[in-house]
């Protein structure tokens, strides 16, 4: 009789647990806390309805690598960490952006984890640690902020991360890039030293790809910007507000970034292309400029990380500097390589790549005829902007 009624007990228990929470029949780690999906952000990021210090309450640390159970058929690890470019280019984390502790976000670095991989609002979320310090020394090495004193920096240039690009190919004193001149709240402080030496280089055209023409007409609007040289060429007519996301692999992007090129193509240069920090959204847009106009892996490289030198202090060829190259730059070169994984993009890791014998012009004029340009028109785009090869 005992033996019954424990195997009664028994059962009954397991049907209330399944009932309750049917997630966890394949969870093999012990939940450290649930949620649910509160909102998808403009990147396509979940937001949780748990905050950074509910998580950090039951033990989790920045480094720790996480296994993330979201809905009913979604499973996830990711590193919990504060920054996108910490985890790497279209690779999962769980991110206290910034440490603003407002929201975590279980998002894909320069992508859309929504799109990509999926996730509702209403979704239950599970977190549980898969390894403690799992992504520690990755994260220690990644880690970084930079400041908004000009003091802390060696020149308005370096500050303002503006420079004109001068790698192989490309045509001098055509291309700039910088952060951005215009967005005063997402670049406080360095906006000023930005609009300043666009106005000193004589720049032509700005292409703001983060923010959408009407947001820009709102921010030149604001008091911020009076007198300022953004204002200047706004009423030339000739600020294009692109008001673009991060994920280069999705036909969104493609549409916006046509619609950059072909007014590089028609424009008056040189022109600044910028979007806030001027690195993962304006970081992209040089990779494919510069691998067109004939750059070598290694030219793309260095002036991809300048970046990270001028604004996080890098050390040019340090472990943390090539372990940054190796999760974004490299990535971004890789993935545009490889149109036939995006649909799987989500699934896979891309931590032991190699972009070595690419026909790297031939991976530019790929990936632009891909989201829309024909074949004239790039030959038109490498004509302005490069240098003619006889």
Known sequence: MRIKIHTYVVLVLSLLVFSCNENRID?????????????????????TSFLPKQLEEKGVSYGDMLSIYIGKNIVVDAPYIDAYTQCGSLSSCLCNYNRQDTSLSISIANGSFHYHVGGEIGDKVIV???????????????KGTYSYSREEYASDEIFANFRKVETS?????TLYRSTSPINFKSNRVRFSYTDKLAREAGIKTFIDIADSDEKVKEL???????GSYSQVLFTQN?????????????????????????????RDTPVLIHCNEGKDRTGFYFILLEALCGASIDQIKADYMLTFENMYKQIKGSEQYELTWNKNGKRMIYHIAHPELWPKIGEMNFDNISIEGLDLEKVAR???MLAGLSNNEIDLLKKKIGILVL
Not at 128 to 142: A, D, N, R, V
Not at 220 to 226: I, P, S, T, V
Not at 241 to 255: A, N
């Open 238 to 266: 000739s600020i294009i507000g692109l008001g673009s996301d991060l994920d280069y692999i999705t036909t969104t992007f493609m549409t916006k970034l046509v619609r950059a090129l072909r007014e590089i193509i028609e």
């Open 169 to 173: 190919g490309i045509k001098p004193i």
């Open 128 to 142: 549980c640690m898969k390894q403690k310090e799992g992504y520690l020394k990755e994260y220690e090495l990644l």
């Open 366 to 368: 790929n990936y632009m």
């Open 220 to 226: 030149l609007a604001a008091e911020e910007n009076q």
């Open 27 to 47: 969870i093999p780690f012990e939940p450290i806390i649930e949620g649910t999906v509160i909102k998808i952000d403009e990147y396509g990021g979940l937001i």
